[in-house]
């Protein structure tokens, strides 16, 4: 029943996130009824919490990064290379970029990049791509311009 209630949520959240948290917090609630051993759906649930989040118009910041830093937990304590720690710390760079905070952002992006690198590069050229665009931006914003003053931050 938990696995029923994440895929559902998993599948509702960038359409009609407000559904998906739903179903995402029922699938908490049945993995802690049980005691599911498989921690790493709960990673996954937390990180489709928090991108459910990104999609409402009243983004809950600290709660989503709540569950991203819980997730991101998990995961590097059961199965580090897993592919799902660069999920949750490009996650974690979104949410830091949508505060304004640039040097988390690139921290965080930054990590998830090598973990995708860690992953398997060849099987995750895509995402290892993906996340060394945004990167590249913020080494970039830091270059000086000449005649004074550097680049403005970047911007998504």
Do not use: C
């Not at 009243?58 to 199965?79: E, Q, W």
């Amino acid at each position: 029943a938990g696995r029923t209630q994440m895929r559902w949520g998993m599948a509702l959240s960038k359409n009609r996130p407000n559904d998906a948290i739903q179903h995402l917090n029922e699938a908490l609630r049945i993995l802690d009824a049980h005691q599911d051993p498989d921690a790493l759906d709960r990673a996954n649930i937390l990180l489709a919490l928090a991108q459910a989040e990104y999609s409402t118009k009243t983004i809950d910041d600290m709660a989503a990064s709540k569950n991203l830093l819980a997730a991101l937990a998990i995961v590097d304590r059961y199965d580090p290379a897993n592919p799902l720690r660069a999920e949750i710390t490009e996650e974690l760079g979104s949410y830091a970029k949508l505060a304004d905070n640039y040097q988390d952002a690139e921290r965080w992006e930054r990590q998830s990049l090598e973990s995708w690198q860690r992953s398997g590069a060849e099987e995750n050229a895509f995402y290892i791509g993906r996340t060394y665009h945004p990167v590249g931006r913020y080494s970039r914003a830091r270059t000086p311009i000449p005649g004074g003053g550097s680049r403005p931050a970047a911007s998504h």
